[in-house]
């Protein structure tokens, strides 16, 4: 078992520095009020710190617990540990989860230096599949230890908040946690090694670690009275949809059924209550009998009382009540349901309605559908962002480096990988605005999975297209349906057709542009729908064709594209041999279902083989993107109050000030477009470059404008400021 010492005297701390310097390593461990490192001084504080500096032992330092010895010094202590350790660059700091510490310890006015590695990230690369939290990694490699968080829960007493728990089970708990891990990355170290994945832990995911802890302390700062505005825009909104869903025809005769049906189970609890009592010849029987009867007269002349006789009413959000309306009840819709969920009762989750659609003849799931987007978005960018905001009206978003299998980051507190284009809801990204004195550079990576393909493949088709800077869509679009050499052509009708109206290109003389831009459409739904390996089914309704012209499309483009053909069954073939596929950063995606006796699980997994390569590998180029900027930043290469806000997807935003931002477009895009992979994970880019196209936002995330090299920014800027 675990070796725990429990810092008593101010001077252990010195010991354990000296042990610290001995081993040269630092398994580290927090136990925190809340989660809410933004708001330290502020109600939340620091409970103890547990260190390991050996496997098989670990020291706690109690600080601001109420039963902590240090309550009221702790601040001295831990910045003498802090000082030697956390910031000594010989020193190797170790975490589960390191960002969580990584956070804690700026939010307290340190940073960590040095060597810094994540063992929950080490098991990541080695196994990407969840779960991924310290509790079952030690429940599996170390079952001695199995549930041993419960010492701090009782059985059958109420759970504590993490500032109320008892102090002795905290601190072994604390030890453990700090443990474990120096145990679980003395192992997975020499693995990582081993297999050839310590360029992808060390060089992009530890130092990704840095650039996004970094950027989720700061946060992105939110223009508060714009977001008040806004819930009670959103607000009425939602009222006018949920109104619009009750006054429903359909809705309208089920209520009132529903009305009926809920009363006359009222009478019959009453009728029975009273034959209850006739049985049971109670003393006061007449008095019961009495109550009851006066009730029932009551309840059959309208008259209802309270939340138990009112009938409460429809409500769209709630599962039950859907269930009835949609597939059961006789004043319902009467579809015929479809799928069920783990618990056996009939689904009514987006997939299914989207799916149920089109039997439905009334127009009431449309309907619901919007009403679910509605509440969604509410919920999640606007009534539900504003219980996150810090003191100064930043939030601080956490960007998840294991979120996904394949690699690409996942976001939560809010999502931001979720949030609405301009296109849908313009109106929520305007609340995400630059601090006083700067302005958002966003620089969006075009078609980078498509390049990612492109690279891979070899295809000359596909890597012309992007050697002559062609819109990758448009170009597809030519190539089924002529040739490239009408791109020119082709792009210019494209864009005289963007500004028209859909009155105007249903005009006769307007046939040809209509034709190409719904042919760019179809384009660019082939170019992802090949990617990501839909079935006929699922691609004829993504280009509203029948399968067999969805079957058909897709041969046309693989007859222009061969290559990217050749190389998808390679990859397959190979994944079928290996159990795994690759990436070009050293990520490798297990998939063992490539040898399930199921068909579906098969298939899955060879769809699976195929993009995650892409996926994975397009957003590795973004997340060393980030990591080669912020070297440049800290080494006075780029500016030292620059930046970064965000990154969605395809997309990195930073916050510039005005006058720097011709200095930093070029540097960024240069970066963004080949970064020095070469040096850091062995390969390189030959035959296509990633490309950015930078966007400037004065004022905020919603205004974004395409970057001129011939705008001054400072003039315009001011010109705005002084609005």
């Known amino acids: 078992m675990s070796a725990l010492k429990i810092i008593e005297h101010p001077y252990e701390v010195e010991e354990l520095i000296h042990h610290c310097y001995t081993t040269k390593a630092a398994s580290i461990d927090y136990e925190t009020s809340s989660f809410n490192f933004f708001n330290v001084g502020r109600g939340d504080y620091p409970l103890m710190i547990s260190c390991s500096f050996q496997p098989g032992s670990s020291w706690v330092l109690p600080m601001g617990h109420k039963e902590s010895p240090f309550k009221k010094t702790w601040p001295r202590l831990f910045r003498k540990f802090?000082?030697?350790?956390?910031?000594?660059?010989?020193?190797?700091?170790?975490?589960?989860?390191?960002?969580?510490?990584?956070?804690?310890?700026?939010?307290?006015?340190?940073?960590?230096?040095?060597?810094?590695?994540?063992?929950?990230?080490?098991?990541?690369?080695?196994?990407?599949?969840?779960?991924?939290?310290?509790?079952?990694?030690?429940?599996?490699?170390?079952?001695?230890?199995?549930?041993?968080?419960?010492?701090?829960?009782?059985?059958?007493?109420?759970?504590?908040?993490?500032?109320?728990?008892?102090?002795?089970?905290?601190?072994?708990?604390?030890?453990?946690?700090?443990?474990?891990?120096?145990?679980?990355?003395?192992?997975?170290?020499?693995?990582?090694?081993?297999?050839?994945?310590?360029?992808?832990?060390?060089?992009?995911?530890?130092?990704?670690?840095?650039?996004?802890?970094?950027?989720?302390?700061?946060?992105?700062?939110?223009?508060?009275?714009?977001?008040?505005?806004?819930?009670?825009?959103?607000?009425?909104?939602?009222?006018?949809?949920?109104?619009?869903?009750?006054?429903?025809?359909?809705?309208?005769?089920?209520?009132?059924?529903?009305?009926?049906?809920?009363?006359?189970?009222?009478?019959?609890?009453?009728?029975?209550?009273?034959?209850?009592?006739?049985?049971?010849?109670?003393?006061?029987?007449?008095?019961?009998?009495?109550?009851?009867?006066?009730?029932?007269?009551?309840?059959?002349?309208?008259?209802?009382?309270?939340?138990?006789?009112i009938y409460a009413g429809f409500n769209p959000n709630s599962t039950q009540q859907l269930v009835e309306f949609l597939f059961t009840h006789k004043r319902g819709l009467r579809i015929k349901p479809t799928n069920k969920t783990e618990t056996g009762n009939w689904s009514t989750d987006e997939d299914t309605l989207l799916a149920l659609k089109k039997k439905d003849k009334t127009g009431f799931i449309p309907k619901l559908l919007d009403h679910r987007a509605l509440v969604k978005l509410d919920s999640t960018y606007i009534s539900g962002v504003y219980p996150l905001l810090d003191i100064n009206n930043y939030i601080h978003a956490g960007f998840k480096i294991h979120g996904t299998v394949t690699g690409r980051l996942s976001c939560s507190d809010p999502n931001l990988q979720n949030i609405p284009r301009d296109t849908t809801s313009s109106d929520i990204k305007k609340m995400f605005i630059p601090p006083p004195g700067f302005v958002l550079l966003e620089v969006d990576y075009g078609q980078a999975e498509l390049r990612v393909v492109a690279e891979l493949s070899g295809d000359k088709n596909l890597i012309e297209i992007f050697r002559k800077g062609y819109n990758v869509h448009v170009a597809t679009a030519c190539r089924i349906n002529g040739g490239i050499e009408q791109y020119d052509k082709v792009k210019a009708i494209i864009k005289i057709g963007d500004n028209m109206s859909g009155e105007e290109l249903a005009k006769p003389e307007n046939k040809e542009i209509l034709f190409w831009l719904k042919q760019k459409k179809r384009a660019k739904s082939l170019n992802f729908s090949i990617l990501y390996g839909q079935g006929d089914e699922a691609m004829a309704e993504e280009l509203e064709c029948t399968e067999n012209e969805a079957r058909q499309f897709r041969d046309e483009w693989f007859d222009q594209f061969p290559g990217v053909k050749r190389w998808m069954k390679k990859i397959v073939k190979f994944c079928h041999t290996n159990g795994y596929v690759p990436n070009m950063f050293g990520r490798k995606r297990r998939l063992y279902d490539i040898h399930s006796d199921r068909y579906g699980l098969m298939k899955k997994a060879e769809r699976d083989a195929v993009n995650s390569p892409i996926q994975g590998a397009s957003s590795d180029f973004g997340l060393f993107s980030l990591v080669i900027i912020r070297g440049m930043i800290l080494c006075g290469k780029l500016p030292v109050d620059m930046?970064?806000?965000?990154?969605?997807?395809?997309?990195?935003?930073?916050?510039?000030?005005?006058?720097?931002?011709?200095?930093?477009?070029?540097?960024?895009?240069?970066?963004?477009?080949?970064?020095?992979?070469?040096?850091?994970?062995?390969?390189?880019?030959?035959?296509?470059?990633?490309?950015?196209?930078?966007?400037?936002?004065?004022?905020?995330?919603?205004?974004?404008?395409?970057?001129?090299?011939?705008?001054?920014?400072?003039?315009?800027?001011?010109?705005?400021?002084?609005l």
């Open 82 to 309: 802090a000082k030697e350790v956390l910031e000594n660059y010989l020193i190797a700091k170790i975490a589960w989860n390191l960002k969580f510490e990584y956070k804690w310890t700026l939010a307290l006015g340190y940073k960590m230096k040095g060597i810094l590695k994540d063992a929950m990230l080490a098991k990541y690369i080695l196994d990407e599949e969840r779960p991924h939290d310290l509790k079952d990694f030690a429940a599996k490699f170390y079952p001695q230890y199995a549930g041993y968080e419960d010492e701090m829960n009782p059985p059958g007493k109420k759970k504590l908040a993490w500032p109320d728990k008892p102090f002795l089970p905290m601190c072994k708990y604390c030890g453990i946690d700090s443990d474990i891990t120096h145990r679980g990355m003395v192992i997975m170290e020499p693995k990582l090694i081993k297999h050839g994945f310590y360029p992808l832990f060390r060089n992009l995911l530890m130092m990704a670690t840095r650039v996004l802890g970094e950027a989720e302390y700061r946060g992105i700062l939110t223009d508060k009275s714009y977001l008040e505005d806004l819930m009670g825009i959103y607000k009425l909104k939602l009222e006018k949809s949920n109104d619009g869903i009750l006054k429903d025809p359909k809705v309208f005769k089920f209520e009132r059924a529903k009305k009926k049906d809920h009363v006359q189970k009222l009478i019959d609890k009453i009728e029975l209550e009273i034959a209850g009592i006739e049985e049971e010849q109670p003393k006061n029987i007449d008095k019961l009998i009495a109550n009851r009867e006066a009730k029932l007269k009551r309840i059959l002349e309208g008259d209802l009382r309270g939340k138990k006789e």
């Open 643 to 722: 930046q970064l806000a965000y990154t969605v997807h395809d997309s990195l935003g930073y916050y510039v000030r005005p006058k720097d931002i011709h200095k930093v477009v070029p540097i960024i895009s240069k970066i963004c477009q080949n970064p020095q992979t070469q040096k850091y994970f062995g390969f390189e880019l030959k035959h296509v470059a990633m490309k950015v196209s930078p966007e400037i936002g004065l004022e905020s995330w919603g205004d974004l404008n395409e970057y001129h090299e011939d705008t001054n920014y400072v003039k315009l800027y001011r010109r705005r400021a002084s």
